[in-house]
């Protein structure tokens, strides 16, 4: 009697913890459902359709013949390599500045933030209007103050043009990564400097054994984050000047948009997942260091 007294009311609390899950795993999903619907409408599908019309391999020959796209690939290479590394050597001189203890330090840091804080479409426009060979404030005002009556064809010329647009992107993202190898600088402990001068080390003996080896990691994985936003950005050269002139400044992250402009959605995609091969191994190579640096 007294064990069949006990095991009853066992059983049903049982049931009820059941049900119970069952109900929690049954609303979760109804709550969970508009997000699924809304990533597969809003992601899934594009992305897939993107693909699929990918897929036309006469799109690939038509892109490849296009002399235009040659000199896009052409184009993203040298900006990249020259637009990432100038920026973090920049970045990196200004990053030793702004760690200094002085009170005006801190109000020229906070303008120099600005052009990364404020929106990129008035603020590249801008230079657009001030790049302007005719009427641009730089050829009118400034170089008129050297009697010089005719300046450079900032976006006239193609060479010219070309470079306006690293300047550009140089300019707008290189406060956000100062920033992060200022966070860098501050990690490392003062003691290490403060010993480094009673043994006589001067400031390039101290940024070459201590601060270069504190921030190297860093410094690396920024860049190859850097050069994976660096080939998707698209407003420095296409707010600045559309790819131009002769669409001969395009680079990859514009050349699709030229594409679809001229009704050739297949060439836009094709141009699009031709840069799959830039991006896939810096992804993998990038997630591989933080990984590492997780586990350690």
């Known amino acids: 009697m007294s064990t069949a007294v006990m095991t009853a009311p066992i059983s049903a609390p049982r049931e009820d913890a059941s049900g119970f899950t069952r109900d929690r795993a049954i609303w979760g999903t109804i709550m969970l459902a508009p997000y699924v619907l809304v990533f597969a409408v809003m992601v899934v599908y594009p992305v897939g359709y993107g693909l699929w019309l990918g897929l ?15 000199r896009t690939v052409v184009n993203t290479v040298i900006f990249l390599f020259v637009a990432v590394n100038l920026k973090f050597l920049i970045a990196l001189g200004l990053s ?19 052009p990364w804080a404020v929106p990129s479409i008035p603020t590249i426009l801008s230079f657009r209007v001030m790049l302007n060979p005719e009427n641009g404030m ?84 920024s860049t190859m984050l850097s050069m994976i936003w660096t080939l998707g950005d698209f407003n420095s050269v296409y707010l600045l000047n559309s790819g131009g002139p002769g669409d001969l400044n395009h680079v990859l992250s514009t050349l699709g948009i030229r594409y679809m402009r001229n009704n050739n959605l297949d060439l836009g995609i094709a141009s699009i997942i031709v840069a799959m091969p830039l991006i896939l191994p810096m992804v993998f190579v990038m997630v591989k260091r933080l990984s590492k640096g997780a586990e350690a």
Do not use: C
Not at 96 to 114: A, K, N
């Open 56 to 70: 036309n391999w006469n799109s690939y020959k038509a892109l490849f013949a296009d002399p235009i796209f040659l």
């Open 96 to 114: 030793g500045f702004f760690v200094q203890q002085r009170p005006w330090i801190r109000f020229v840091l906070v303008l120099f933030i600005l």
């Open 138 to 221: 730089v050829n009118q005002q400034l170089f008129q103050w050297f009697g010089i009556m005719e300046g450079p064809g900032w976006l006239t010329d193609p060479t010219l043009a070309f470079a306006m647009s690293i300047v550009v992107h140089i300019w707008k993202s290189l406060p956000f990564w100062t920033l992060i190898l200022i966070t860098g600088r501050l990690a490392i402990a003062q003691d290490l400097y403060e010993a480094a001068s009673v043994d006589g080390a001067n400031r390039w003996q101290q940024f070459r054994f201590i601060t270069w080896p504190s921030l190297a990691t860093l410094y690396v994985t």
